[in-house]
């Protein structure tokens, strides 16, 4: 059973950087052709794709907010993280991390993702 737990702050001011990161148990993100991604929905509105990165470390991002964010990882620690700069509070949104079984560069449904962490929420706010 793969789990997946994300961990950062809750809370971050406007115009600084959000920074998450997605612990993974019972299953390696080397794994191929897995996937990993960051998805988060903000408040009254749908889920949003955000963009992941593959077994091999490919990564690929969502259009829009591609020239805000970046996804690294640390394979000996089995993490993958999220940094999203210049937040405004339109970024309000509760954050998941989530496995896709099947690599595929490009625009992700939340359908495709098997495994899901709990979400945490992210409140940008002064």
């Known amino acids: 059973q793969v789990q997946l737990q994300e961990s950062g702050p809750g809370l971050v001011k406007p115009s600084q950087a959000l920074s998450l990161t997605c612990t993974v148990s019972?299953?390696?993100?080397?794994?191929?052709?897995?996937?990993w991604s960051w998805i988060r929905q903000p408040p009254g509105k749908g889920l949003e794709w955000m963009g992941g990165?593959?077994?091999?470390?490919?990564?690929y991002y969502r259009p829009s907010l591609k020239s805000r964010t970046s996804i690294s990882r640390d394979t000996s620690k089995n993490q993958f993280s999220l940094q999203l700069s210049s937040v405004t509070p339109e970024d309000t949104a509760v954050y998941y991390c989530?496995?896709?079984?099947?690599?595929?560069?490009?625009?992700?449904?939340?359908?495709?993702?098997?495994?899901w962490g709990q979400g945490t929420q992210v409140t940008v706010s002064s």
């Open positions: 019972g299953g390696s993100i080397t794994t191929r052709p897995s996937a």
């Open positions: 990165i593959a077994y091999d470390g490919s990564t």
């Open positions: 989530a496995r896709d079984p099947y690599y595929y560069p490009g625009e992700n449904s939340p359908d495709e993702f098997d495994y």
